[in-house]
């Protein structure tokens, strides 16, 4: 604990540089993310806080300033990182048993060391009876828990989440919030989670980088010292919702204005 | 009865038998010559005695003969088709190059109806079960191509995304993601193919089969006026182009595609 895993250094994003349609999606953005840290990236959709994830993941390359990794800069993706999307992405020809194994045959892990290790995640996101069914007629959270799981199979330092219980019904997301922070307790995996749930984002963190309308830069983080588990009734929590909700508004505002001046 | 009626099971039977009927009341009651159009109970007859022994100058078993130099053609050509077709359709899925340039040519091969190439193929290789075998593969090739294409083009960046993060190289992105996302297209891609392969089959026989061949027996039954058995040889393409296209995929996709849930053209 305590070590910089992730560092941003004026990190800048534009997509067709130098064409007509050069949009600039991240202007600035300087972030240091600790070992183990549990970090939500939050602000108004389309602000390119999934843009900044793509890239961690290697997807994306900066168009100015540094992204490290380790202290070294990411150049493409690799094992080290583990990501859920938020339509799972799943391989529907695989059973379930099968698609959380995936980076561990990719690595050539032994079949009995395989069956072990998804037999022991198998047990931790509670799909017990279901290592042979096809993702299809899995519900929407078993799905999502399956792709963490796949995530987490090949053990990477780094967990990237892009918006994972944006298509979840309210109860299975209360239910995989709670999954989550118990995950992340036992593993200590450093987190990177995309959001623009306030409520997601103070539930689950240790840190709140609060992105701002596009071209984003990061205008606040937010440290929640909160114990876990939280509840949103909590006087901590309310606090910090008050003060993020007042901060989000603004740029949400600034970002509908933009595109209204945009469209006229 | 209803359920008969509306559509079960068993309605197709009764469509085909009901055809079977009105064709039969329709020769019989309107005189026509049976030379022109012979009644189906004749035709019937007639194909169960092309399935027995011969008598005089025909050979024995003369129908499984026949059969059996189609479905020879058919498979060789079909098999080759699908072996470098899918090949060369995931490459230019996978290649934007590759795509740009082949595209436009496959686009314009797969217009021309499969039977205009046969004469050229014929002044190439003469007649015989050669030049089937290769009007197979012009009626089949392009289907498995297109649809291959098509089928890496609409893998999810993401997929790819996922397997990368897992530490997946380029040539373990293409066995273990692409060939199981591009599944569903490359079944359908087949089934419409081989369905094309028998349409060919068919068509190159008539022009360049010289021996057996359902095709060459339709069209050499022309010749001696002999309707009954140009019946029989429709009734048999009828029957085993169905076979194939039906049975044979639907056993396929319901091992794969439909198991898994995964969406596709049920009837192209």
Redesign the interface.
Do not use: D
């Given at each position: 604990m305590g070590n910089v895993k992730i560092s941003a250094e004026k990190v800048e994003k534009r997509y067709n540089p130098g064409a007509p349609n050069e949009v600039l999606a991240i202007e600035n953005i300087t972030l240091d993310i600790q070992d183990g840290e549990f970090v939500a990236l939050l602000g108004p959709s389309g602000c390119g806080k999934s843009t900044f994830l793509?890239m961690v993941?290697?997807?994306e390359k900066p168009t100015e300033g540094t992204l490290r990794l380790n202290g070294q800069p990411i150049d493409?993706?690799?094992?080290n990182?583990?990501?859920v999307?938020q339509?799972y992405?799943l391989?529907?020809?695989?059973v379930v048993s099968k698609n959380i194994a995936?980076?561990l045959?990719?690595?050539g892990v032994s079949q009995a060391e395989q069956d072990r290790r998804v037999a022991e995640l198998i047990n931790m996101i509670g799909l017990q009876g279901f290592e042979s069914a096809?993702?299809?007629?899995l519900s929407g959270g078993m799905k999502q828990r399956v792709a963490i799981a796949?995530?987490l199979a090949?053990d990477?330092e780094i967990l990237?989440m892009d918006e994972p219980f944006g298509a979840l019904d309210a109860q299975t997301r209360a239910r995989m919030i709670s999954d989550l922070t118990r995950i992340h307790a036992t593993t200590h995996k450093t987190t990177l989670f995309v959001t623009h749930s306030v409520e997601e984002a103070i539930l689950l963190s240790d840190k709140i980088a609060l992105f701002s309308a596009r071209p984003s830069r990061i205008k606040r983080v937010f440290e929640i010292d909160l114990p876990h588990p939280r509840r949103v009734t909590d006087d901590g929590f309310v606090t910090f919702e008050r003060e993020i909700l007042e901060s989000l508004e603004q740029e949400v505002s600034d970002t509908l204005d933009g595109r209204l001046d945009s469209a006229g | 009865m209803a359920g008969l009626v509306r559509g079960n099971r068993y309605t197709p039977f009764a469509a085909i038998l009901l055809f079977g009927i009105v064709w039969e009341i329709a020769v019989r009651v309107s005189g026509i010559n049976a030379l022109l159009m012979p009644p189906p109970s004749a035709v019937l007859v007639r194909l169960v005695d092309m399935l027995g022994p011969g008598r005089g100058a025909t050979p024995d078993f003369l129908l499984l003969r026949h059969i059996g130099m189609t479905l020879l053609a058919l498979l060789i050509g079909f098999f080759l088709a699908a072996l470098v077709s899918s090949a060369v359709g995931l490459i230019m899925g996978m290649n934007r190059a590759v795509y740009a340039w082949l595209n436009p040519i496959i686009s314009m091969f797969m217009v021309i109806p499969n039977i205009a190439f046969v004469p050229v193929i014929i002044l190439w290789m003469g007649l015989g079960l050669e030049t089937v075998i290769v009007v197979v593969i012009t009626g089949s090739c392009f289907p498995i191509i297109y649809t291959a294409a098509a089928g890496v083009q609409s893998v999810p960046q993401r997929m790819i995304w996922a397997a990368q993060t897992a530490g997946a190289s380029r040539r373990q992105i293409l066995t273990t993601v692409l060939l199981g996302a591009t599944m569903p297209y490359l079944i359908a891609g087949h089934k419409l193919a081989l369905g094309r392969a028998w349409r060919a089959v068919i068509a190159g026989e008539i022009f360049a089969s010289t021996t057996y061949g359902v095709g060459f027996m339709i069209f050499d039954a022309r010749t001696f006026l002999d309707s009954e058995a140009m019946f029989v040889g429709l009734i048999v393409v009828g029957l085993i182009g169905v076979t194939l296209e039906r049975v044979l995929f639907g056993f396929v996709e319901r091992r794969t595609v439909e198991k898994w849930g995964v969406s596709t053209a049920k009837d192209v």
């Open positions: 793509f993941g290697g997807f493409g993706p690799g094992a990182r583990g990501i999307f339509e992405v391989f529907p020809w695989q995936y980076g045959r990719i690595a096809y993702p299809e007629s796949r995530a090949y990477p990237l | -």
